[in-house]
């Protein structure tokens, strides 16, 4: 639920008529929530435009990114934001809700809107998709974003940490 995937489902109901080509592709392992979700969108319009994959291989997940017009990452709530950043590395423009971290995180790479708010949601991710502009800006400050966060600078900082410390 802390992923707020209603949500985003309301928010791509008010996008479907401007944009009747629009999909959207919910990724990830399927747990008692998904089904859940199923369940819900039985009653929903648009459930032949909405699919839920379940997990996805490394090779069709770098497929997906690379052929969304954008990634929307609702969360209500998350530890980092690993799938934004993801998603800035195959050049995937971030719609990225405002909520605990990721602000921090993504910094200037992304479009925010408050994951409560179904209106901004929906307002936040048609700006994207209607502007050539706005995603090239969001591709570049993603590439330059993503950057800043590597294993080798992770493991070399936990290691001056450990050092100085000990």
């Not at 592709?25 to 008692?32: D, F, I, N, T």
């Not at 307002?123 to 800043?148: P, R, T, Y």
């Amino acid at each position: 639920p802390h992923k707020n995937i209603k949500n985003l489902v309301l928010a791509y109901e008010k996008l479907k008529p401007k944009h009747p080509k629009l999909q959207l592709v919910l990724a990830g392992k399927k747990e008692q929530y998904y089904e859940e979700l199923e369940n819900w969108l039985v009653d929903r319009k648009y459930t032949n435009d909405i699919q839920i994959t379940g997990y996805v291989s490394d090779e069709n997940l770098t497929w997906l990114y690379k052929e969304a017009v954008c990634y929307v990452l609702p969360s209500l709530s998350e530890g980092f934001g690993l799938p934004g950043l993801e998603a800035m590395s195959y050049g995937c423009p971030l719609v990225s809700s405002n909520a605990t971290c990721l602000p921090e995180v993504y910094g200037q790479a992304a479009e925010y809107f408050d994951p409560l708010d179904i209106e901004m949601m929906t307002e936040k991710v048609d700006k994207v998709i209607c502007s050539e502009v706005i995603k090239k800006h969001l591709i570049n400050a993603g590439n330059k974003q993503f950057k800043k966060y590597s294993w080798p600078k992770m493991s070399k900082e936990i290691h001056e940490i450990i050092i100085k410390y000990s």
